[in-house]
Every structure is written in C-alpha cells, then in structure tokens.
C-alpha cells in the first residue's frame, strides 16, 4: 500500500487501495481511513485496515472490523510499536494488537 509520503517512481507502483479475499473474508486496505471511498457493508466487506495514524486501534462498526495495526518500524512521535494478527477461520475473522515494546 501506498502511504502519505511515499513519492517518486517507484512509489506509483504502489496502489493506494486494495482488496483481499481470504478463505471468503474479505479486507479492504487503504492509508487514510477519511479517504474511504466505499460502503464496506454493502461492498461485503469485514474489515477495514488503515495505517495512517500509526496509533494501533480497533473497534466494529455495522458488524466490520476497522483496524489499525499501528507501526512496526522505527518509532514515530510517542506511539508504541506494534502489529496486529488476524486470523480468519470460515467466515469469522478475530485479531489481536500486539505491543513490540
């Protein structure tokens, strides 16, 4: 996925949304979540993940899973550095925020 400041060639390689389908379940991805430019319930969508923020965060809204797994690389601004795990078992889908600290 393509973030707010990657720029230059090969950063236009890099779509700026995305759709995953995994055994059924199917993630939309895109950075900026104000951006969202579809319904995800009436798309079937269930779950939405962002990145922008860097700010690990989770919460369901009309039965999706909204989801920011926060940022595992260098540290930004006071943010922790973290990750999420999804696990998609059928047509459930759970996740977990874990901490890298």
């Known amino acids: 996925m393509r973030g707010n400041v990657d720029h230059g060639a090969w950063a236009n390689t890099l779509p700026i949304t995305d759709a995953l389908e995994i055994e059924g379940v199917c993630l939309y991805l ?28 989770s919460e369901r809204r009309d ?13 930004r601004f006071k943010l922790p550095v973290s990750l999420a795990r999804l696990t998609v078992h059928g047509a459930d889908i759970t996740h ?6």
Do not use: C, K, W
């Open 63 to 75: 039965g999706v899973l909204y989801l920011n797994p926060g940022s595992a690389g260098p540290r």
């Open 96 to 101: 977990e925020l874990l901490d890298l600290e």
């Open 30 to 57: 895109i950075h900026i979540l104000e951006d969202l430019d579809v319904d995800p319930v009436a798309a079937g969508f269930q779950a939405v993940i962002t990145g922008h923020s860097h700010r690990p965060a």
